[in-house]
Nanobody
Framework: QVQLVESGGGVVQAGGALRLSCTASGLTFSQYTTAWFRQAPGKGRTWVATIRTRGHTPYYAESVKGRFTMSRDNGENTVYLQMNSLEPEDTAVYYC???????????????????WGQGTQVTVSS
């Protein structure tokens, strides 16, 4: 049974940093394309970043490029989202999602990812 568990959310002041983790069981992250999405209060879920299988560098939404870094630890079977220079607009529930394969042109589409975590809340105060 596949399970994704996110952690690391919390409350932080603007300009601060957080690192989110997503640990998988029942699958091997290095063989999957994995993404972070977020859902702000009253809004739909939006794509944040994706890391594909080995040898690929992550892709980022323009709104987080230069501030967020996605990485993967194959030994821990965990992906991370390092979030720096946080802004109140980054307040959202953050989800990790994964799928065996996602074509590059579709990495921003949530319907391309089969497995999802439960989400972790990030709140950035001004």
């Amino acid at each position: 049974q596949v399970q994704l568990v996110e952690s690391g959310g919390g409350v932080v002041q603007a300009g601060g940093a957080l690192r989110l983790s997503c640990t998988a069981s029942g699958l091997t992250f290095s063989q999957y394309t994995t993404a972070w999405f977020r859902q702000a209060p009253g809004k739909g879920r939006t794509w944040v970043a994706t890391i594909r299988t080995r040898g690929h560098t992550p892709y980022y939404a323009e709104s987080v490029k230069g501030r967020f870094t996605m990485s993967r630890d194959n030994g821990e079977n965990t992906v991370y989202l390092q979030m720096n220079s946080l802004e109140p607009e980054d307040t959202a529930v953050y989800y990790c999602a994964t799928n065996p394969w996602v074509i590059l042109s579709a990495i921003q589409r949530e319907d391309q990812y089969q497995y999802w975590g439960q989400g972790t809340q990030v709140t950035v105060s001004s």
